[in-house]
Structure formats: C-alpha cells, structure tokens
C-alpha cells in the first residue's frame, strides 16, 4: 500500500501553526515568567537557567572554558549540548526564547504521542508544570529526550547529559548490549567524548557536585525508600518509560522540569489531568517557600 503523501496545503497549515505558537510565545514568556519565577520583573525577566546556558554557549563560542562561569551559578551539563542551544542564542530574548518552547513543545507532543495514544492525555501534558516551567526557564530536558529516539549509541550523547533523567534508560542500554555483545560499539563513541570534553574543559562533572550540595533536595534521601523497589521493578521490565520514572528518585538533585520523561508512563486523560494540577500546586508552593528562605 501506497503511503499518503503530505499535500502543500498541510505543509502550509503546520507552517502557519508554527508561525502562531511562536508569536504567541513571545508575547507571553513575559508574563508567564513574571508570574511563575517570584523575584523577577519587568526589566530583567529572565530566568537563572536560561542565562547560565546563553553564558556558557557564549563563552564556547569565543573558545573559553564554558564551566567557568562567574558567579555561583554554572553549567553542568557535557559540552556538546551548548552545540544544540546554540542556534536559540542566536536570536535575541524573548524571540530566542520563544523559538525554544515552541521546538520543545513540538518534541515533548512527537515523543508523549510514540508512547501514549490520548490526544487529551497529550494536552494536559503539555499544560503541566514540568513542561512549561522548563521550556520557559530554558530546560534542556526534551533535548534529552530526543535521545530516545536515536539508536542507542547517539542516544547515549543526551541521555547522559543529564543523568537524573536518564541513568536508568542508559543502564538499560547497557544491559541490552551486553546481550547481544555490542557494548564495545554502543559505548566507546560517548565514553570517548566524554574523555576528550575532560582533556579540554577539565573534570566538570565537579559541578554538577558543587550543585548537590548548595542546592539539595527536601526528598533526598527519602527517594530512595520507593526509588530502590522500582529500581528492581525497572530493572525486571526494561521499559524506558519507568526508567525515567525511577531515576530522578535516586537522584540527590532533582528539579520538577526533570519529570518530564517519567510523566510518559501516564496515559489515562483523567490520570494526567490530576498529575498535571498537582505538578502546579508543588511549583507554586516550592517557590512561596524559597520567597520565605
């Protein structure tokens, strides 16, 4: 059978679609980041993350180290990760911005739609916490999501980018080449990457320490009570969906906008919208009591 091919009034219409989404980004990052991030206004609305990750790629460009960042803020993550925020930066803020939530809400509904069928489901998704707040404090965390969709040993370049969300679904790679002995051809390409990012930049991973222990986690280490049970479970299933459900209870910092991927093992709508309200909730109390810190 003959696939249906793709007419240029659809090409037009996803187009004009985009189009919408993204001026309508621009026109409420503002807003939406005034209200969300307490602390910021109108004259410098910009959140922590997105700054921190704009100052590495700047600095990557101009060849300096982007580990060293000033001030108490720095960039964590491997180097080639700045390659893909990259063209974001190029455009000024908001426009930069909005480009990016646009791309990431595009990725999160391409990726929620492989695992789950509910176009409802898919929605409140979308609207949830972990999304939106990530998009607009400039998460990468649908960048490591794309890894999903990669064979395993171009995966592992974004999957391990940011190891809170995808441990687990590397350990699960891991396992599976180890079964049919290609652990060699699966794992020397990101290993050897990751090697050479510490012969220029030195051993960055020392920040994502620093940042454990300036910005530990309430739950921590009482994520492990249900983290080590499903931690077998997953293990048992090596299902990817519940190894990114499981990883961020093991690890000593987790962010909400890192639930992004273990929210793809909800698929009832109902489900979903309740998940999604009190992904809210948690935000809007988490930060209250920052503004009280």
């Not at 919408?20 to 939406?32: G, K, M, N, Q, R």
């Not at 209200?35 to 206004?41: D, E, K, T, V």
């Not at 990468?140 to 441990?167: D, E």
């Not at 890192?258 to 992904?279: E, N």
């Amino acid at each position: 059978m003959d696939k249906k091919k793709i007419g240029v009034w659809e090409i037009l219409v996803c187009v004009l679609a985009f189009a919408v989404l993204f001026a309508a980004c621009c026109w409420i990052i503002p807003f939406l980041t005034v209200a969300i991030f307490p602390g910021s206004s109108w004259s410098d609305y910009r959140p922590c993350d997105w700054v921190i990750y704009e100052s590495a790629v700047n600095r990557f460009i101009r060849g300096d180290n982007p580990y060293n960042l000033p001030g108490r803020h720095q960039f964590h993550n491997p180097p080639w990760i700045l390659l893909v925020y990259l063209p974001f930066t190029l455009l000024p803020y908001p426009f930069g911005s909005a480009l990016f939530m646009v791309v990431g809400f595009v990725v999160y509904l391409y990726i929620y739609s492989r695992y789950n069928s509910s176009l409802l489901s898919a929605a409140f998704y979308l609207l949830s916490a972990p999304v939106v707040w990530g998009l607009l404090g400039g998460q990468i965390s649908w960048i490591i999501l794309i890894g999903l969709l990669l064979p395993p040993q171009y995966g592992l370049f974004l999957i391990l980018a940011k190891p809170q969300m995808g441990c687990l679904v590397a350990l699960i790679w891991f396992i599976e080449a180890y079964r049919e002995r290609r652990i060699i051809r699966t794992f020397l390409p990101v290993t050897v990457a990751f090697g050479l990012s510490f012969v220029f930049y030195g051993f960055w991973p020392l920040n994502w320490v620093t940042l454990v222990e300036t910005e530990p986690m309430w739950w921590w280490p009482y994520s492990l009570i249900l983290g080590i049970p499903l931690l077998w479970h997953t293990l048992k299933k090596q299902e990817v969906c519940l190894a990114l459900c499981t990883s961020p209870l093991l690890s000593p910092h987790t962010c909400l906008h890192s639930w992004c991927g273990g929210m793809l093992i909800v698929s009832h709508p109902v489900t979903m919208a309740l998940v999604s309200i009190g992904t809210w909730v948690y935000l809007y109390i988490y930060e209250l009591q920052t503004l009280v810190r």
